[in-house]
């Protein structure tokens, strides 16, 4: 079941370290300006991206598994059909509390996963939109 209550979203969102998997090099794409408003706005932010070195003058690690860091949140901006992978990746960790699907992005069945393993799932909504709405 997703997250879909405003105490539950100011849950999910007082985390300090977000993966942003998808994270983009390109100004202009939400993939770039939503993790970099977080940033703005206190967040560490950990790039997952395969194609870049570097995202937001942030090295970038290839997969979720690849992240040596903690991670409070992951923040997904990625089509809806590789959810199951990237869910399959977070359940293989202790430390995530959170997985947030962007908009346009959903997967109710990683998302059952998810909630199944005692984490938040949120799913269809974004990162940067709920902040200034909640804050």
């Known amino acids: 079941m997703a997250t879909t209550d ?11 370290t977000i993966a942003v ?14 993790p970099s408003y977080l940033r703005e706005h206190g967040y560490e932010i950990v790039p997952v991206n395969p ?3 570097e995202v937001l003058g942030e090295p970038a ?13 992951v923040d997904v901006f990625r089509p809806s059909e590789e959810v199951a992978g990237i ?4 359940l293989a960790r202790e430390d995530i509390a959170t997985v ?3 908009l346009g992005i959903r997967d109710s069945e990683a998302g059952e996963r998810v909630t199944d393993s005692g984490r938040r799932f949120v799913q269809d909504r974004c990162t940067k939109v709920e902040h200034d709405r909640l804050s």
Not at 21 to 34: E, F, Y
């Open 6 to 16: 405003d105490a539950a979203l100011r849950a999910a969102l007082d985390a300090e």
């Open 61 to 73: 690690d290839d997969s979720l598994s690849d992240v040596a860091e903690a991670i409070d949140l």
């Open 87 to 90: 869910v399959d990746e977070v």
């Open 51 to 53: 194609m870049a070195d």
């Open 21 to 34: 998997v998808g994270c983009s090099t390109t100004p202009g794409k939400a993939a770039h300006d939503v």
């Open 100 to 102: 947030w699907l962007q």
